[in-house]
């Protein structure tokens, strides 16, 4: 089975680190590009980072550029995205992902495998 298991979600003050991880299972790894989403209340799912399986090149959302970094062990299919100076508005629900982009890393529709999420507040 196709697992994408996320965690290292958590409460955290206005300033702080969390490091996100994603345990990938049941598919190829590397024929695959791995990216972080992320979902507020009342807000449309939004592409935080993307990470290439090729050359390992990376996206990031020009609200988390400088702050956020995803990274990517092949070794242990898992994928980190380490957080930090972390804003109240970075609070919501983060989702790993897996997929084949072929245009745009921050749709949701290029992706095919999803996690579970994970939740993560700023406080201020």
């Known amino acids: 089975d196709v697992q994408l298991q996320a965690f290292g979600g958590g409460l955290v003050q206005a300033g702080g680190s969390l490091r996100l991880s994603c345990a990938a299972s049941?598919?190829?790894?590397?024929?695959?590009?791995t990216g972080w989403f992320r979902q507020a209340p009342g807000k449309e799912r939004e592409g935080v980072s993307c990470i290439s399986s090729s050359d390992e090149s990376t996206y990031y959302a020009d609200s988390v550029n400088g702050r956020f970094t995803i990274s990517r062990d092949k070794y242990n299919n898992t994928v980190h995205l380490q957080m930090n100076s972390l804003k109240p508005e970075d609070t919501a629900v983060y989702y790993c992902?897996?997929?084949?982009?072929?245009?745009?890393?921050?749709?949701?529709?290029?992706?095919?495998?999803w996690g579970q999420g994970t939740e993560v507040t700023v406080s201020s």
């Open positions: 049941g598919f190829t790894f590397d024929d695959y590009a």
């Open positions: 992902a897996a997929g084949v982009i072929r245009n745009d890393p921050r749709r949701v529709s290029e992706y095919k495998y």
